[in-house]
């Protein structure tokens, strides 16, 4: 029996440029056209005389081109692509959605700083289930690491640990007791 094949959902740009680049380069890197994007086209002088093999190679290599540029017009609004002045590869296309949606170090810092502070200051509130605090605790600390800050499963674990309300104190302290938290992942203590 074959199995039938299913084309990939092409991941539409919402504004948040770091998470669509990493789905983005996903889709692109499944349909080898990446390098592409990466790198670009091997550009020819015109002075050179190509052997059939080379002019093959080029024109193999502008069809790739064609249909990673093809993806990447799917994937971006007109307004978004109307802003990009230079849509030739799509190399080009990729290096102004970067240049224009990543943000600077500075502004990307200023977010990690944020980012920090509502880890530290997190704290689970009455009424608030075990699961919407931790998927709220994982949340940021993912958060955290997409912008570069990889907090392990010790801090992670260890911060929600000691943010939890009183109600759970006794089995806080159950855990503490019988296990190791320096070795307890996030997914152990679920």
């Not at 996903?26 to 002075?47: F, H, K, M, P, Q």
């Not at 093809?70 to 002045?85: G, M, V």
Request: hydrophobic share 35%; glycine share 4%.
């Amino acid at each position: 029996m074959e199995i039938p094949f299913v084309q990939p959902a092409i991941p539409k740009f919402d504004g948040y440029y770091d998470h669509w680049a990493m789905l983005m380069e996903n889709l692109l890197r499944l349909e080898e056209y990446w390098d592409l994007v990466e790198n670009g086209i091997s550009a020819g002088t015109e002075d050179i005389v190509f052997t059939d093999d080379q002019k093959k190679h080029i024109e193999d290599q502008k069809l790739k081109d064609l249909k990673a540029k093809n993806y990447l017009f799917q994937a971006l609004d007109r307004s978004i692509l109307e802003t990009i002045l230079n849509k030739d590869t799509a190399k080009n296309i990729w290096d102004s959605m970067k240049q224009k949606y990543q943000g600077s170090t500075r502004v990307k810092r200023a977010h990690l700083q944020a980012l920090r502070k509502e880890f530290e200051m997190l704290h689970m509130k009455a009424g608030e289930s075990v699961n919407e605090y931790f998927a709220q605790t994982l949340s940021i600390a993912n958060k955290m690491k997409i912008k570069g800050e990889n907090k392990g499963d010790v801090e992670v674990v260890e911060k929600i640990l000691r943010s939890m309300t009183p109600k759970f104190d006794y089995i806080v302290c159950s855990i503490e007791e019988s296990k190791d938290t320096t070795m307890l992942t996030k997914e152990m203590l679920k």
